[in-house]
């Protein structure tokens, strides 16, 4: 066990840099540390489902590419359902993209904002993508004058929007100008958290070509289910549909979303308005906090920096042994005395409220 193993060597190098990205299932009784929507369906929505679940043929293949679930999301996007291409999460659409982009020869580069959801620069990476961090300001905004530069000659950009973790909504006009100038950047518009930023997307369906509309049914209520898609220019779309694996999304996952899109699309509606009402309630339980920074929270997330920076990972510590999981991103640079913390519902909300009212007496102690 203790030696190499030969093979070892044919292993891609970029690997050795890399971690496992691997969260270990949680029971807590409140979990506000991984961006999900915090309310269960209905018991008449989870009848239906298991009445879906029920008619899946599961001796035979699923749809190869979805077209139930892409003719559903191409009316509400108002496009042909051909530019629309599922993915197991919109993880896999990331990897789909980059992997449609790599090209014998050439050291493909992709530009993100930093810091900004994870995966697109881990995925880079195992694919050998150079990948230019550009910071954000400090008030986390896009820093147009720091992009441009790093936009040259780059292949692909990743823009989550709002942005994970810093909850922050990045300006339109700054994008939409990046986009025009950079016509043969690849431009991925990230809209997992768009539900929360009612009225700011930047969807068009007959936007530029260089512009791709990715978004998730993850934040929105459906994180079990692993669907990720995006609307692309239809060269585009093809060649993501070259590199995807046929079959992706499985017989049960289409089944259950199909049923809740159509049939309980009115809950789904009602879970994101008292979402957005929890998210306010969220905040004014951090704000009113002394010597903590809140800042404006656009996505189903808060970001909040304490001072002095050491106290954020005690604190998060803390906050777990009373069953409260937040998530410590402290250590990002950039993100120093941070935590992120993710909406929960009324009953976790409480749970950390009261467990952040004890905690200053015990950090004086
Ligand atoms: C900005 C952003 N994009 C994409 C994802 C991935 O979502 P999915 O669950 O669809 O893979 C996440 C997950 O947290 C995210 O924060």
């Known amino acids: 066990m203790t030696n190499a193993p030969p093979w070892r ?3 891609n ?19 506000m540390h991984a961006n999900e929507s915090p309310e269960p369906w209905s018991a008449a929505a989870m009848r239906d489902v298991a009445a879906a679940i029920e008619s899946v043929e599961l001796n035979r293949y699923p749809d190869t590419s979805g077209r139930a679930l892409r003719a559903i999301l191409g009316e509400r996007h108002g496009v042909d359902p051909s530019r629309i291409v599922l993915g197991n999460g919109s993880d896999e659409i990331i990897f789909l993209l980059l992997t449609a982009l790599l090209q014998p020869g050439h050291r493909p580069r992709v530009v993100i904002p930093t810091p900004t959801f994870v995966m697109y620069a881990h995925s880079a990476r195992v694919l050998g993508f150079d990948v230019t961090g550009v910071p954000l300001r400090d008030d986390f905004e896009l820093d147009g004058d720091a992009m441009r530069p790093a936009l040259e000659d780059a292949t692909i950009c990743f823009l989550a929007r709002p942005n994970n973790p810093t909850s922050s909504l990045w300006d339109a006009a700054l994008i939409q100008s990046l986009i025009a100038e950079f016509p043969d950047t690849i431009f991925v518009i990230d809209e997992a958290y768009g539900a929360y930023a009612p009225g700011t997307s930047l969807y068009a369906p007959d936007g530029p070509s260089n512009q791709v509309h990715m978004a998730t049914l993850s934040k929105v209520g459906l994180a079990a289910l692993r669907i990720g898609y995006c609307v692309a220019h239809p060269t585009l779309a093809l060649a993501l549909n070259k590199c995807r694996h046929p079959y992706n999304i499985s017989a049960t996952t289409l089944a259950i979303a199909q049923t809740l899109l159509t049939s309980h699309a009115r809950e789904l509606e009602a879970h994101l308005e008292r979402n957005l009402r929890r998210r306010d309630q969220l905040v004014e339980i951090l704000r009113a906090l002394d010597d903590v920074e809140v800042f404006p929270a656009h996505g189903n997330l808060a970001l909040c920096r304490f001072t002095p920076p050491a106290r954020a990972t005690p604190l998060a510590r803390s906050l777990a042994g009373r069953g409260v999981l937040v998530k410590d991103v402290s250590d990002i640079p950039g993100l120093e005395g941070c935590l992120r913390i993710s909406l929960g519902l009324e009953g976790e909300l409480r749970a950390l409220r009261e467990a952040l009212a004890d905690e200053p007496a015990r950090d004086r102690s």
């Open 9 to 11: 060597v044919r292993l």
């Open 13 to 31: 190098p970029a690997l050795e840099g890399l971690d496992v990205y691997d969260v270990p299932p949680a029971t807590a009784p409140a979990r």
